[in-house]
């Protein structure tokens, strides 16, 4: 039975149900996700997205629906993997698997999650699956990318191609995936690129966060990524600043030599980088990005359904937390 168009909470208690059933399809003995409930459907944005998507394409919601679980499996399984490489310690208010059960307990169910992912997109539809693990291997790409780079200085477009690679390539998943279900192969291509967008916008307002988020709004510790040596486009802009660019390479040399205990460089670095206006102007270009969608948003079947995509994705630029 299909889903009452617009009735995406609705749809979200159905992705909710969804996990938790593949999930339960696994031996406690072997991990017991029950004891990790604040790890699936935080802000549940790729899920959103793919079930307005669905939408927006006059796709059965049952089946949008399915898309988004295999979606926030494979996102919280690269959530596992992260925590790893940073070494995170919390991750929406609470201890990460890394670091209550150790890295090898938290990668090893990551594996696992992305397995349960793949069978999901399987279960969708035959041609899923392959894309997706297609998608996986972009963001396993991008990731690498990143960690090759860090703490070394890296240009707009390097940085342009890692958030293309490890956070666009899901959410293009998401919207191809929903294209194809929906059988609209002539909008393949604008479906892509509302993906792949959306990600990258997405992603440079989690970077701007990461410099101006409050900790308990955003669940996660902040100055996390300038710490770790991650160059993002705030931090880039502001280097590439005239003004600040010195001042920004002076603290970055600090942060590189001090004790990693002392926040006092990276405290220093994001208020040079608000006072300058650089989050601010990263933000305005992660809107941008979002407001050149419009017109291939407009060629979507379901008008209204494409009203309250553009909503959604305005209001991802706009965020706080």
């Known amino acids: 039975m299909r889903t009452k168009p617009g009735n995406i909470e609705t749809s979200m208690l159905a992705v909710s149900d969804g996990v938790r ?3 339960g399809a696994i031996d406690r003995e072997i991990f017991d996700f029950r004891e990790f409930p604040s790890l699936f459907l935080g802000k549940a944005v790729r899920a959103r997205f793919t079930l307005l998507m669905g939408r927006a394409l006059g796709l059965d919601a049952a089946k949008a629906e399915k898309i988004a679980v295999a979606a926030e499996l494979t996102h919280t399984a690269s959530l596992l993997h992260d925590d790893c490489i940073d070494t995170a310690r919390s991750r929406r ?5 890394n670091e209550k059960l150790g890295v090898n307990a938290a990668i090893l169910a990551g594996d696992l999650l992305i397995s349960l992912a793949f069978e999901q997109a399987a ?3 035959p ?3 392959p894309e997706l693990v297609r998608a996986v291997r972009s963001m396993t790409e991008g990731a690498l990318l990143e960690e090759n780079t860090r703490g070394s200085r890296v ?7 890692i958030v293309t690679l490890k956070t666009g390539s899901l959410f293009r998943w998401c919207a191809l995936a929903a294209a194809n279900l929906a059988v609209r192969p002539e ?3 604008a479906c892509a690129r509302i993906g792949s967008e959306t990600g990258f916008a997405f992603q440079v307002i989690d970077d701007v966060l990461d410099f101006d988020g409050d900790p308990a709004e955003c669940g996660k510790e902040i100055l996390k990524d300038v710490s770790a040596g991650k160059f993002t486009l ?3 802009l502001a280097l590439n600043a005239p003004g600040t660019g010195a001042g920004a390479e002076a603290l970055l040399a600090e942060l590189k030599t001090g004790p990693p205990a002392d926040l006092v460089p990276a405290l220093g670095l994001a208020a040079l980088v608000k006072s300058g206006g650089f989050t601010a102007a990263a933000r305005n270009s992660a809107l941008e990005r979002i407001l050149d969608l419009f017109p291939l948003m407009a060629a979507l079947p379901d008008r209204d359904g494409a009203q309250e995509l553009k909503h959604f994705l305005l209001a991802l630029a706009e965020r706080k937390a």
């Open 187 to 189: 909008l393949q291509e």
């Open 127 to 129: 041609g899923l699956a």
């Open 21 to 23: 059933s593949a999930l």
């Open 93 to 97: 208010g609470h201890p990460t698997v």
């Open 123 to 125: 279960g969708a539809a």
């Open 155 to 161: 240009s707009a477009e390097t940085a342009a191609r």
């Open 234 to 236: 705030p931090l880039i």
